[in-house]
T-cell receptor, first 114, second 112 residues
Framework: AQKVTQAQTEISVVEKEDVTLDCVYETRDTTYYLFWYKQPPSGELVFLIRRNSFDEQNEISGRYSWNFQKSTSSFNFTITASQVVDSAVYFCALSWNSGYALNFGKGTSLLVTP | GAGVSQTPSNKVTEKGKYVELRCDPISGHTALYWYRQSLGQGPEFLIYFQGTGAADDSGLPNDRFFAVRPEGSVSTLKIQRTERGDSAVYLC??????????FGPGTRLTVL
């Protein structure tokens, strides 16, 4: 069975603060894929990143960075210098294979205020 | 190019009625997925198509739910004898083989 836990239900920060969204996963598969999606108030899920279980390199994309640690089964997401437009619900998801069903966490609602 | 589209955007129906929700995937995407998202929750997998066939329907909650994709493109999710608990946003996604899933805007279903 697969499970994704996002313990932070809501986070509120002031613009320009850094914020980290936690994601802990459980799986018995040796090969699996981890994802982050953003759901802005408009409702449409936007893909942010995909990582496979064999690639533990951290990744940076602009103000976004991801820290994947198999030893702690975590795939955390950090936004540096947050902006109001970052306000959204962020979902971490797990799949036993890329191109298959995603198991989503319950999401973390991020509010960035001016 | 065009993204995933879903119609209708909103559907209000009465308990016991039959509804159909439509999904138009991105052109050329062979895989199509249906998810259901209740308020305050993450999307929950329902069914996955690879081409015309359902590769995994393990997420369908019961036999009132059925989905088809007869020509390997457009898909229809069908719900019979709707119940108030079926109220949710129904999301469709599509992908090329082994690529990330692109989601549509969803259909908000309200069962009165």
């Amino acid at each position: 069975a697969q499970k994704v836990t996002q313990a932070q239900t809501e986070i509120s920060v002031v613009e320009k603060e850094d914020v980290t969204l936690d994601c802990v996963y459980e799986t018995r598969d040796t090969t699996y894929y981890l994802f982050w999606y953003k759901q802005p108030p408009s409702g449409e899920l936007v893909f942010l990143i995909r990582r496979n279980s064999f690639d533990e390199q951290n990744e940076i994309s602009g103000r976004y960075s991801w820290n994947f640690q198999k030893s702690t089964s975590s795939f955390n997401f950090t936004i540096t210098a947050s902006q109001v437009v970052d306000s959204a619900v962020y979902f971490c998801a797990l799949s036993w294979n890329s191109g298959y069903a995603l198991n989503f966490g319950k999401g973390t609602s991020l509010l960035v205020t001016p | 190019g065009a993204g995933v589209s879903q119609t209708p955007s909103n559907k209000v129906t009465e308990k016991g009625k039959y509804v159909e929700l439509r999904c138009d995937p991105i052109s050329g995407h062979t895989a199509l997925y249906w998810y259901r998202q209740s308020l305050g929750q993450g999307p929950e997998f329902l069914i996955y198509f690879q081409g015309t066939g359902a590769a995994d329907d393990s997420g369908l909650p019961n036999d009132r739910f059925f989905a088809v994709r007869p020509e390997g493109s457009v898909s229809t999710l069908k719900i019979q004898r709707t119940e108030r608990g079926d109220s949710a946003v129904y999301l469709c996604a599509s992908s090329s083989t082994r690529d990330e899933q692109f989601f549509g805007p969803g259909t908000r279903l309200t069962v009165l």
